[in-house]
């Protein structure tokens, strides 16, 4: 792989890709292949567009083992057409038996949320988070900053756990007997370690009863 102390330029990243798929065929031979005729991931990864977070690389996986949605702070929003037609295609069509919300401890957008400045039109989308710490406003008494900051990153994935469990998607998918298992991790930066949240949801039971949907007819 090419490396430069300078910022890379668009030219140099295109020599990057040249050198990394050559490298990749001589390795695996018929790599490209084999992962051009078809994918079928048993993971999906709704992570933050954090640059520092690469959702293959800090789990191990190959291109074609990993579904990927990512947007600022691993948001699931019910009113998000992204997020949720990544979520159908990836249960209904790629019949993927894990969806993996990966947030991160020193996030931007849980820290942005937590701060009181106007950040122009992003606002909208972190509403969400500063709902939910005002909802445990109590758990974040007497805690300095960076610990206010870890817990509600932690809170932030739980609640978008919470979210995609509640979402039609997901429960006609239970219901149609599929093994579908959400979980709710969270990555350290400075470790490069994933923290289980211990959060994971595998059916109906799991979900809350106002939040659950009546059977299709």
Known sequence: MVKSLDMPTPQTLLENNAIWAANREKATPG???QLSAQQKPKYMWIGCSDSRVPANEIVGLDPG???VHRNIANQVQHTDLNCLSGVQYAVDVLNVEHIIVTGHYNCG???????SQPCGFVDN???GIRDNYMHHQ???KDLSHEEMSDLMSELNVIKQVENLSHTRIVQNAWEQGK???IHGWIYR???GLIHDLKVSRNGSD??????????LR
């Open 138 to 140: 109590d758990s974040f």
């Open 125 to 127: 989308w972190i509403r």
């Open 179 to 181: 093994t579908v298992t």
């Open 109 to 115: 957008g849980v820290e942005a949320a937590l701060q």
């Open 189 to 191: 930066l400075n470790t």
């Open 206 to 215: 799991d979900v809350e009863p106002v939040y659950r949907a009546l059977p």
């Open 65 to 67: 083992e990993v579904f």
């Open 31 to 33: 790599f490209f292949k």
